[in-house]
Nanobody, 123 residues
Framework: QVQLVESGGGLVQAGGSLRLSCVVSGRTGSTYSMGWFRQAPGKEREFVAAISYDGGSTDYADSVKGRFTISRDNAKNTVYLQMNNLKPEDTAVYYC????????????????WGQGTQVTVSS
């Protein structure tokens, strides 16, 4: 099992940028595929992006393609989500998660979750 701690959320104006970080602790953290999900009030948790254990492959939700970039630095046990050109509809709590499956978009296939970080985009 791994422990995940997100940071980097905040309030930003539309068109702005934020970078979220997720520190992964646990001896085998670098062997997991990692994902970012988000949940807005009254909505279900949705997939945002995923990255393979070695960082060589990524997947994105259509709604964030071209604006968000997921990356990881296994030497620092950290996964990032760079978010550019933010829109009000990106407002949500963002969660990072770890999976033993490669870049799955299904939240039930992630076994470890962080506590979440709030991102609010004002219009």
């Amino acid at each position: 099992q791994v422990q995940l701690v997100e940071s980097g959320g905040g309030l930003v104006q539309a068109g702005g940028s934020l970078r979220l970080s997720c520190v992964v602790s646990g001896r085998t953290g670098s062997t997991y595929s990692m994902g970012w999900f988000r949940q807005a009030p009254g909505k279900e948790r949705e997939f945002v992006a995923a990255i393979s254990y070695d960082g060589g492959s990524t997947d994105y939700a259509d709604s964030v393609k071209g604006r968000f970039t997921i990356s990881r630095d296994n030497a620092k046990n950290t996964v990032y989500l760079q978010m550019n050109n933010l829109k009000p509809e990106d407002t949500a709590v963002y969660y990072c998660a770890a999976s033993s499956l490669d870049r799955t978009i299904k939240n039930w296939e992630y076994h470890s979750w962080g506590q979440g970080t709030q991102v609010t985009v004002s219009s």
